[in-house]
């Protein structure tokens, strides 16, 4: 499809399907340029801290993350919770990996403007991390937990 085929078939659309779309195509374009990945930059992801084997990182809860319920969706709190738990595992091995498993237990639906994940590895092979993580509102209300292993070459 052609540029102006394109621009054709977003005229169809209100403005705020175009915000999404537009927030869609800078995601993926920052993804190309800066290296990290779609969802990171789609759902707004911030990296707060990092150190050997620990990660902190915060997601804005939005419209575009809610259920039908108005509730953070759990594949997005699952989402945070792998991401951070791998950058915690990344920070330990100083190498990528890719996870083998991940458990998620929701605790309390996720609600308010932010939710802040921390991660941490907890036991240390020479390929295989095991971590787990808190995922907390901004008042400090435990959301989920979760445990997961990462695989480093």
């Known amino acids: 499809m052609t540029k102006e085929e394109l621009l054709q078939k977003l005229a169809e ?51 575009l993350v809610m259920n039908p319920a108005k509730m953070l969706h759990g594949g997005v709190t699952a989402f945070i919770c792998d991401n951070v738990m791998g950058m915690a595992s990344y920070m330990e091995k100083g190498r990528s990996g890719v996870t083998l498993d991940l458990s998620v237990r929701y605790h309390k639906p996720g609600k308010g403007a932010r939710l802040i994940a921390r991660g941490e590895v907890v036991s240390a092979g020479s390929r295989i991390n095991s971590a787990r993580c808190e995922v907390r509102d901004e008042q400090g209300s435990l959301i989920a937990t979760a445990t997961g292993s990462f695989y480093h070459r």
Not at 16 to 38: C, I, M, P, W
Request: net charge negative.
């Open 13 to 63: 659309f209100e403005q705020e399907d175009l915000s999404v779309a537009l927030k869609a195509a800078q995601a993926a374009k920052r993804a190309r340029t800066e290296g990290f990945y779609f969802l990171h930059y789609f759902f707004e992801e911030e990296r707060i801290e990092e150190s050997v084997g620990q990660s902190l990182v915060t997601i804005p809860v939005t419209e």
